[in-house]
């Protein structure tokens, strides 16, 4: 499968003008000398078998490729030019294990020089000057960072490209995953689909490889009115609408790569981009139990929002366009100008409160967000998406408006169940009245962005989903650049210590703020984000490891205005997967400890029904505790 192409497959061969043509100059300027290891003082020699080095032919019709990107464009001595020892001629890059190519040029006229992957040193002695090699250093690659240093270069220079992993085909054993804990996880989402879950699918990437992709019951599972039907299976290949998932691998990814380009900055202004209008067109409005904030400080608060605000949600926006005016006209064949209708209800939309004094979570601010993307590529974000990302990254399963991108209705996971109008949110003239398949459940991203919008309507199969974002871990895919290391530290650091759990849009665990979703055992450091249709997303740089969960827990029974029985399940929490997981990366554990964990969730279900006096064994909790102890009964065996 293309996703899985090798480093050596997926990457361009180069030609000596494009080697010399950075002279020194690296992609990846934010590496610093606290980055750079300690050198070897007397390294091992590398066994032939173990490094591939094969002379390039400039006749290669992909030597003159000029699209190609790198992790690191250098060329030695004194790659960065300066004094500290050891920095000039070493440096660390990222790669993974089993995968790995890198390019050397030594320049014309240049002399001898010793060349060390990882501390090893590799044979140079027939590198001639004026030469491209490739060099397969995929037996010699670690996890993380891997160290280059090439020294003793006697005249010259030696042109070095680097390329970004790309994610390969492996095995949980591959990766130190434990079986049992793998099989605890599969048991409880095929216990609770048996008992009425509608379906789920998931994937894990670690250390750069495909380990687990594994999908759970059909991709409908109930008729309008919550009756079981037979249906396809879900595959591995079914798209799931990824609700709020949508802002980080939308708005979030276009603007981490806008900000790596240096087309944008966090305190860019949203007037700078958007026009004055954002400001001056604002109306008069009182906001219920708030403050009425007169419209000329409105307008000049308005005007000094910064992107860094609105990434934050402390912009001063209500929740959603709800509040917006005219709420109740929303159209039921929305096409482009419906959007532009949207931009102009927002320049309306008067602030709720003072920019930076309160966080108030906002889908209002990602659809203006969409917007500002939108002015500054001068294209619509799908299309942006998929230029910039999908495609290069050869990704199939991933879109907006999956009935009009070449998918069918049964090519999706169904979520809800003839939507009815929430509290203040549209009419019964704006109303689906049918079930919704491959169609954006967020009523928002339908009737008022068409489908396509930067706070949801982002549909993919969770492999695709997996890959993309282990570009958060690297920055990069083979030969495509897009995120500086500054840029994901920025975006997925604290931004205010009143709100430790928030980043740049990403959500943060820190002090175990985000257990629910990313479980109570990972890293401070694991960031991600969550979907209201069941969608999950878990990013671990401390283990090289993406896990995604998606299900279509709204495909169930409407229990009351804001219940729907699937949310009931334990698949429903989704953060049970990732603790699961984190737990079975830690060597051998015990094998009681899965049943235990298994009668432990079946338990807090019970103490639940109990607290709620529910005695009804047909209750969709009452099924999903008696899945529970099916779930135990089985791991036990």
């Known amino acids: 499968m293309k996703r899985f192409a090798s480093a050596l497959l997926c990457i361009a061969i180069i030609s000596s003008s494009m080697l010399s043509s950075s002279c020194g100059k690296s992609t990846s300027k934010e590496t610093s000398a606290s980055d750079q290891e300690t ?13 591939t080095i094969t002379p390039i032919d400039f006749s290669d019709p992909v030597v003159s490729d000029p699209g190609l990107e790198w992790q690191y464009d250098i060329s030695f001595p004194d790659w960065q030019d300066r004094s500290m020892y050891g920095a000039n001629n070493r440096l660390g890059f990222y790669g993974y294990s089993g995968q790995g190519v890198i390019y050397i040029q030594p320049g014309a006229g240049s002399g001898e020089f010793s060349l060390y992957i990882n501390d090893i040193r590799l044979d140079t002695s027939e590198m001639a000057p004026g030469k491209i090699y490739s060099l397969d250093i995929s037996g010699i690659t670690r996890n993380g960072r891997n160290s280059l240093q090439l020294s003793g270069l006697s005249q010259g220079v030696v042109f070095v490209k680097i390329p970004y992993p790309t994610v390969i085909s492996g095995t949980i ?35 750069g490889r495909m380990v687990y992709e594994n999908s759970w019951g059909n991709v409908k599972t109930y008729d309008d009115n919550a009756n079981p039907i037979g249906a396809s299976p879900v595959t591995k290949d079914t798209l799931y609408d990824l609700a709020s998932v949508t802002k980080m691998f939308s708005v979030n990814f276009a603007i981490q790569y806008l900000m790596t380009k240096e087309q944008i900055t966090l305190d860019t202004k949203i007037v700078d981009i958007l026009g004055d209008e954002f400001a001056g067109n604002t109306i008069e409005r009182k906001y219920y139990n708030r403050d009425k904030i007169p419209l000329s400080e409105n307008k000049k ?8 605000d609105v990434l934050r949600h402390q912009a001063g926006f209500p929740s959603g366009p709800q509040n917006m005016t005219n709420q109740k006209k929303l159209s039921t064949s929305p096409t482009d100008a419906t959007r532009k209708d949207t931009l102009k209800q927002i320049f309306m939309t008067p602030l709720m409160y003072e920019p930076g004094t309160e966080l108030v979570y906002s889908d209002l601010d990602y659809m203006l967000l969409d917007f500002c993307v939108e002015e500054i ?13 999908w495609k290069p990254m050869g990704l199939t399963h991933i879109t907006y408006n999956p009935m009009e991108n070449g998918f069918s209705a049964d090519d999706c996971a169904a979520t809800e169940l003839k939507p009815y109008p929430k509290k203040g949110e549209y009419t019964d003239e704006g109303l689906r009245n049918r079930t919704l398949q491959g169609e954006v459940h967020d009523s928002n991203a339908f009737h008022r962005m068409a489908g396509v919008s930067g706070h949801a309507g982002l549909f993919s199969n969770a492999s695709d989903l997996a890959i993309l974002a282990s570009v958060m871990l690297t920055g990069g895919y083979g030969n495509h650049r897009f995120f500086s290391q500054n840029v994901i530290d920025q975006f997925t650091a604290v931004q205010d210590e009143d709100y430790p759990s928030y980043a740049l849009g990403w959500w943060r665990e820190g002090d175990h703020a985000r257990d629910y979703y990313f479980g109570s055992v ?27 969960l998606l299900t279509n827990k709204l495909h169930s029974k409407v229990l009351d205005a804001d219940t729907y029985s699937g949310s009931m399940y334990t698949t429903a929490t989704l953060g049970f997967v990732s603790e699961i997981i984190e737990i079975g990366l830690n060597g051998e554990a015990d094998k009681g400890i899965w049943a235990s964990m298994a009668g432990d969730i079946a338990a807090d279900i019970k103490r639940r029904l109990d607290k709620d006096g529910i005695t009804d064994e047909d209750y969709p909790r009452w099924r999903a505790y008696k899945a529970m102890l099916e779930t135990q009964k089985r791991v036990s065996s």
């Open 377 to 389: 590529t001068g294209m619509r974000i799908d299309q942006y998406l998929e230029e910039i990302f």
């Open 173 to 207: 054993q591959d990766v130190g995953i434990s079986e049992d804990a793998i099989r605890l996880i599969d048991t409880i989402i095929s216990c609770d689909v048996e008992s009425g879950f509608p379906s789920a699918q998931m994937a894990v990437v670690k250390d």
């Open 39 to 51: 050198v070897t003082t007397e390294p091992s020699t590398i066994p032939s078998q173990d490094v």
């Open 301 to 308: 608060m308005k005007a000094n929002i910064t992107v860094r």
């Open 522 to 548: 990972t890293d401070s450091k694991v960031f991600g984000h969550e979907g209201f249709t069941g969608t999950l997303v878990v990013i671990d740089p401390e283990n090289n490891m993406v896990i995604v």
